[in-house]
């Protein structure tokens, strides 16, 4: 099953194109990291899966076959947007009661247990709580409805990192545990690679990677030597090239090991380091499946 | 709480699966852990390092291919062999004189990195004159490593 399926889906805000045409599958059962520059379409992309935004042209599914916004859609999909949204005036106590009565399934005895564990307090005002204890008790009135998918854009932008640490622990074991499907959205690139196994990488509103960590790692190597033998890749995908006067590293689509000649040498490549070089070159992509993938080739990389 | 804690060092570069995988190995290999005992749950090992839970699977996955543990549904994964060739006491023994050499190399002048290459040279040339096995020399190294 797919928990979000995406076909040429666009979104347009007056004159503003927010999404052009994206196509994208997202498996279930992965954590999967939405990166991407500002504006790069990411927060829409989110809004329209949740059902609170509806689409311009193209079709969008979720859990399967649901229509976002539809009752079977909101009863399996949680949502933390942006900045933590509580009421700020209200005690943690009457969040729980809040989100007990406007949702069909809240598991109350999980949620006041996870609070205790948490040592955050039922009477404090949700104002008043530190800024990690808030993203927590978001993050808790979420997982207490069991959704099947955890929407969470932005979560950990302004925790500290233990704040951030245990929120993303909180995450990954209702995913272990609960098998719940989770998509974020976040810039924290560094701490994306142990935490998501799978990736969308959007930029100017298209999709433009797409695929499990491992794949794409595995899939990709770094290539550093001369820079005057460069010229030995033009039939090797060229992904981005970082010149100097003597010596080039190029980021390049292979697996292999064997092509690789003298005074040349192959290193795997971080997730980190495959996101920027991707950002980089916003005309290069790496898509699975049906999408057909495109690289650019390296006379162009070497502009 | 679990026999063996796991670490990872983002700066590394080794993918965060096959860290624990070497954790688990290493600790076997010095005795820490012996067949019988049980690793640390999935989710534990989850809450503790936030990391992807299918990471910690495939771990402990490429551990039962190598026939290193097994996983018991309903109850956990527990050390199958063990990688350690000698006895834990003749194990110390070897530790004792190994320190005893490294205090005399001390006194003669070397740093630790000094006698790091030393002896990841020396392991090399060992082995290599020995019996040409290219894997031994490539485990002995990372043993080097990690006693580094």
Excluded at chain 1, 58 to 80: E, K
Excluded at chain 1, 149 to 161: F, R
Excluded at chain 1, 249 to 272: C, F, N, Y
Excluded at chain 2, 22 to 29: D, F, G, K, P, S
Aim: with cysteine; aromatic share 4%.
């Amino acid at each position: 099953m797919n928990v979000i399926e995406a076909s040429n889906l666009s979104k347009r805000y007056g004159s503003t194109q927010a999404l052009r045409e994206c196509t994208l599958a997202i498996p279930a059962g992965h954590v999967t990291a939405l990166v991407g520059p500002n504006g790069a379409g990411k927060s829409t992309l989110l809004n329209l899966v949740v059902g609170l935004l509806a689409p311009s042209e193209g079709s969008l599914s979720v859990l399967g076959s649901c229509r976002p916004g539809s009752l079977a859609a909101l009863d399996g999909i949680a949502f933390v947007a942006q900045d933590t949204p509580l009421y700020k005036n209200v005690s943690a106590a009457d969040m729980l009661h809040l989100t007990r009565n406007l949702n069909r399934h809240f598991d109350w005895t999980y949620a006041e247990a996870r609070l205790g564990e948490l040592g955050i307090p039922l009477k404090r005002k949700a104002g008043k709580l530190s800024g990690g204890q808030q993203a927590q008790l978001a993050l808790t009135l979420a997982l207490a409805r069991h959704p099947k998918l955890l929407v969470l854009d932005e979560p950990v932008a302004m925790l500290d990192p233990i704040a951030r640490h245990d929120f993303m622990a909180t995450v990954l074991v209702a995913a272990a545990e609960d098998g719940v499907s989770v998509v974020l959205s976040s810039h924290v690139l560094a701490e994306l690679e142990r935490s998501a196994d799978y990736i969308i990488l959007m930029s100017q509103g298209k999709v433009q990677v797409a695929g499990e960590v491992d794949d794409l790692l595995a899939g990709h190597r770094i290539l550093s030597g001369p820079a005057a033998d460069a010229a030995a890749y033009t039939e090797l995908p060229v992904v981005h090239a970082r010149q100097g006067e003597v010596q080039t590293h190029l980021l390049v689509r292979t697996s292999m090991d064997d092509r690789v000649p003298r005074g040349w040498e192959s290193h795997p490549v971080g997730l980190e380091e495959l996101v920027l070089a991707y950002l980089r070159e916003p005309d290069a992509s790496a898509l699975p499946g049906p999408l057909r993938s495109s690289v650019i080739d390296a006379s162009e990389a070497r502009r | 709480m679990s026999l063996i804690e796991f670490r990872l060092d983002p700066a590394s570069g080794v993918p965060t699966y096959l860290q624990l995988v070497h954790q688990v190995e290493h600790a076997l290999r010095l005795g820490y852990i012996k067949p019988g005992d049980q690793l640390p749950k999935v989710r534990d090992v989850v809450a503790s390092l936030a990391i992807n839970p299918n990471t910690v699977s495939k771990a402990y996955r490429e551990l039962e291919t190598k026939g290193l543990i097994v996983g018991r549904p309903g109850q956990g994964t527990f050390i199958l062999a063990t990688l350690s060739q000698v006895a834990l006491p003749e194990l110390a023994g070897f530790r004792r004189s190994l320190r005893n050499w490294l205090a005399k190399v001390d006194a003669g002048g070397l740093d630790e990195s000094g006698i790091a290459a030393l002896v990841a040279s020396e392991l090399r040339d060992f082995y290599g004159r020995r019996d040409g096995s290219s894997t031994r020399v490539g485990s002995a190294d990372e043993d080097v490593e990690g006693a580094a």
